[in-house]
């Protein structure tokens, strides 16, 4: 009897036990498959620069921690006030950039001491934009790349018109930031194609940045550093 008792229970705990690795497969396999599906949907990219302070921080270079770390849609077209990963040549190499997008094809542009003003496509009148990702701070209206275009120092009154098909792109951290004000200037001008973009820059991982940016760091730079890699 005690023999049957006996056979009985481990036959329970084989049962349990099959169960248990049965789910944790199965959650494995559910895993590799979201991980293969979000792979294909989005890209993860690290910010190197402060041209973005303060919505992200950026790292001194790619190789130090210190960054944030986003993910792109690749698929998503980009709007007013996005933020949007773009791609140009730097000494013979594709490098990503990542800035706001301002304004899109056929819209003027006006930067007036800081403040900012767009004429939309198809409008009469150019309107005031409130920005409250940009900090004052970083935005002084005596810095003359805060004021575009210009002439001789001077504000132009007609305003820059965005190329059809680009993008004028701003950093966030205008006094510092290289963008479509001119310091960027490559055979398409200081608009950026669609052509360009890499993506759009998720919502939920700009609101999960100090998570996502966390786990970059460890397994990037603390993991690979406790065993002694570089």
Known sequence: MRK??????????????????????????????VELIFGVIYSGFYVVGNSMSPTLTGAASETTAGGDYVYVDANKQPDYGDIVVVMRDENGARVPIIKRVIALGGDTVWLNHGVLYIKYRGEKQRIFVNEPYVNKLNNTGANPRNTFPTENGALIGEGHLVKEGCMFLMGDNRDISNDSRGELRDSSGI??????????????????????TAVHEYFIFKLPSYFGIK
Not at 8 to 33: F, G, M
Not at 192 to 210: A, E, Q, Y
């Open 4 to 33: 049957v008792r006996n056979n009985l229970y481990s036959a329970k705990e084989n049962r349990k036990l099959n169960i248990l690795l049965n789910a944790a497969l199965i959650a494995v396999l559910v895993i590799l498959c």
């Open 191 to 212: 608009d950026f194609p669609l052509d360009d973009l890499c993506g759009v820059v998720t919502k939920w991982s700009i609101s999960g940045k100090s998570f996502f």
